[in-house]
């Protein structure tokens, strides 16, 4: 057991388990999605991102690409928001809300890839 | 070590001639790859010391301008650490900050200080790092290497030879690509003056993957020149190139028979081994000092002075010091010429019909021992400097007269050797570099050097004066000409019927005078005539080798390629340049014309 590999697929993981919890519930309903989760979901898959730099290999390329995506979809669901609490007149809205979690959403099917990506490496290389 | 072969290709020599192409490693990630991997750490601490603060902020109770208790938005502690953390501080924003908020921001203002600090230490440490920068040289290296176009030389090894050639083909204008394993000998790419960028890279190259870089596999690539000082390396190159590139010229340098032998099973190598040459050059310059002389000039480069004929070394008994791979080679070539050879060594090998005298030649003693009274020659032969400069000196105190050689290894000594005027001397670099030099610029000129010691002294002797006569005591242009359609097209009207060599010379400006110029060789399907005389016939398709000054190339150029001027050159003609002027005045050049003679159109006068 490498302590390398534990901190890679625990990172891997939260980033996809609170991408998940951010974005179940109601999509239009704001009070079902806490702000706090988003902003660990966007920390999270940021560091998971670091973490995936530098791998010369083809899946480690994939790894990359698909957190890559996740980071893109989060950063912009984070910037609807910012748009919506900050400079919107109107607030958090249904509408607001529902284009943040739609967003979050995309960048949850990331994340599972990058979870399956994961999985497939630990089944196809588990003699290293 | 082999260069390796696709697992499908059939075992064996497959007798087809093939291409074998290199595996490249895996080099092709860019260096981006490289930064991101080391900054991995630096970037993670950043982003948590980022998280931490900014929700550390959400979560503090703040007080707003009416004092109404309120909390943070993430927007707002996103914002307010991102321009503290970059030491910009703006303030407190949206509302001046409670007690408990300036006591957390304190806090994360020392933590992301250190965060930043590190993260671009971290990258500063990167860019100062060794193994990036030489992952950057190189990538810069293949990509300059890629983009070359025209024709060029890889050469292996940039020590004293490879430098000295550098320079010489360099000022010729033919390009190169140097790999060496000494940082110092690259860097005298950028410090040196050299007409051309020559791409140069660092790595081992015994490795077949550095010469795949180097452009071995390049269509461009001409040739490959091994010159490193471990024959091993050299051997390993010409290996690795006639295995990759079958029929590529290489030259290869040793000092070693052995290696030599082992390079021949390779292609067709030519090998450059100097302490050979050292002493059939002696034995020439025993027979035939002028040949001698003729050849020491040629191979130098264009404007050299003409070599101060020396003192003819001498016949009788010689006393060689240092019965190395050097020794060996010398005391053969003496012994071939029938000189009786007397040799001082600390462990000289017992060879049959040699005086062998064991001992430090440095030693009076053992020095004594060799009689250099009644010797006629002495030749310092040790690799050390040192000892070969004190054996010359008590050499020539013990017998004045004696011819001395002796061998120089290193080229910061070249004045101390200079100062102690010594007969024969051997650079070995610049043997070596002298020779490749000779090979690489006009391969027909080595021919010659090869042919020309069978015609004896006599006429070296005169060939020697006749260059002296054109060229001034400075070497003028060596040059070859082609008398094909493609390089002589306007001598083709005359050439099926031939052309007197004594015409061809002849000047465009004024043709009872002769060009400065004298041919050397003349080179007709693959037998050569050496010093062809006036009289001789020449034909479609001949090569001559010539030196002599510019302007006469230039103006055999202009005899070779312009109709009118060969028209004035080979018949005396006048004939006007342009087509109108031609029928008005009926002087119409001599055409191609199978059976009529070239002279046909002279009676239209």
């Known amino acids: 057991m490498s302590l390398e590999k534990v901190i890679f697929g625990f990172f891997v993981l939260l980033a996809a388990t609170l991408n998940l919890g951010f974005f179940i519930g109601d999509i239009s309903n704001p009070a079902l999605h806490n702000e706090y989760e988003l902003f660990a979901a966007v920390v999270v898959n940021l560091i998971a991102t670091v973490l995936k730099f530098g791998d ?7 790894h990359l690409a698909t957190s890559l995506v996740a980071d893109l979809q989060l950063i912009a669901a984070t910037l609807v928001w910012v748009y919506a609490t900050q400079i919107s007149e109107a607030g958090m809205t249904a509408e607001a ?3 943040v979690v739609s967003l979050s959403g995309g960048a949850l099917l990331a994340n599972l890839v990058s979870v399956a990506l994961l999985v497939i490496e630990t089944t196809t290389f588990h003699r290293r | 070590m082999t260069a390796r072969r696709p697992a499908h290709k059939p075992a064996g020599w497959p007798s087809v001639k093939r291409r074998t192409r290199m595996a490249r490693p895996s080099e092709g990630s860019p260096t981006v790859f490289l930064v991101l991997r080391r900054m991995r750490a630096p970037l993670i601490v950043l982003i948590l010391i980022f998280a931490i603060s900014v929700f550390g902020l959400t979560l503090i109770p703040g007080r707003d301008a009416a ?3 309120m909390r943070m938005g993430f927007f707002d502690a996103f914002y307010f650490m991102s321009y503290t953390a970059t030491t910009i501080g703006y303030g407190e924003i949206p509302h001046p900050f409670t007690g408990a908020q300036r006591l957390w921001v304190t806090a994360t203002i ?4 250190i965060g930043w600090a590190y993260a671009i230490g971290s990258l500063l440490t990167l860019i100062r790092d060794r193994a990036f920068r030489e992952a950057l040289a190189r990538r810069r290296f293949t990509a300059t290497v890629k983009r070359l176009r025209e024709p060029f030389l890889l050469v292996v090894g940039y020590g004293q030879t490879g430098q000295l050639l550098g320079h010489a083909l360099d000022a010729l204008g033919r390009r190169m690509v140097v790999i060496d394993n000494m940082p110092e000998h690259i860097d005298t790419l950028d410090i040196d003056l050299y007409y051309s960028d020559i791409p140069g890279l660092v790595a081992d190259a015994a490795n077949p993957h550095t010469l795949g870089v180097a452009g071995l596999e390049h269509p461009a690539c001409e040739g490959v020149v091994a010159l490193t000082d471990n024959d091993e390396v050299n051997l390993t190159v010409a290996m690795t190139a006639a295995l990759i590139r079958p029929g590529l010229p290489v030259i290869a340098r040793t000092v070693s028979p052995a290696i030599e032998h082992r390079m021949h099973a390779f292609g067709s190598p030519t090998v450059v081994n100097p302490f050979d040459r050292y002493g059939d050059h002696l ?23 003409m070599p101060v004929p020396g003192r003819p070394p001498a016949s009788g008994r010689w006393v060689v010091c240092g019965f190395g791979r050097f020794g060996h080679k010398l005391t053969e070539d003496l012994r071939a010429d029938g000189h009786e050879v007397t040799v001082i060594d600390l462990h000289p090998d017992p060879e049959h019909g040699l005086t062998l005298i064991e001992g430090d030649a440095v030693e009076p003693s053992v020095l004594a ?12 032969g040790t690799d050390n400097d040192a000892t070969n400069l004190s054996l010359v000196a008590a050499a020539r105190k013990t017998n004045p007269s004696l011819f001395i050689g002796a061998r120089q290894n290193r080229p910061a ?3 101390l050797f200079a100062a102690m005027e010594i007969d024969w001397l051997l650079v070995p670099a610049e043997m070596a570099a002298r020779e490749i030099y000779a090979r690489l610029s006009t391969p027909m000129l080595w021919h010659f050097l090869q042919q020309m010691p069978e015609l004896g002294e006599d006429w070296a002797a005169e060939t020697l004066d006749r260059m002296r006569a054109h060229c001034g005591s400075h070497l003028g242009a060596l040059w070859k000409v082609t008398l094909s359609e493609h390089e002589a097209p306007s001598l083709q009207p005359w050439l099926h019927a031939g052309i007197l060599l004594g015409d061809l010379m002849r000047s465009p400006h004024e043709r009872d005078r002769r060009l400065d110029a004298v041919p050397l060789m003349l080179k007709r399907d693959g037998e050569t005539v050496l010093g062809p005389a006036d009289d001789v016939m020449l034909e479609a398709g001949d090569q001559l080798l010539l030196v002599g000054r510019t302007w006469s190339r230039r103006a055999l150029l202009d005899t070779m390629s312009n109709r009118v001027v060969a028209e004035y050159v080979l018949s005396g003609r006048d004939v006007p340049a342009g087509w109108l002027w031609q029928r008005v005045s009926r002087r119409i050049p001599t055409e191609v014309s199978g059976g009529d003679s070239p002279g046909r159109s002279s009676d239209d006068r």
Do not use: C, K
């Open chain 2, 283 to 305: 034995r020439l310059a025993l027979h035939a000092p002028s040949a001698y002389l003729m050849m020491s000039w040629l191979v130098r480069e264009e404007g050299a002075e």
């Open chain 1, 56 to 62: 010369r290999t083809q899946i480690g390329a994939v």
């Open chain 2, 413 to 415: 000594n070249a004045p």
């Open chain 2, 67 to 69: 004092g109404q208790p």
């Open chain 2, 369 to 380: 021992e060799a009689d250099l009274r009644t010797a006629s020659g002495f030749v310092a």
């Open chain 2, 110 to 113: 020392y933590l992301t200080v």
């Open chain 1, 97 to 99: 809300t529902a284009s």
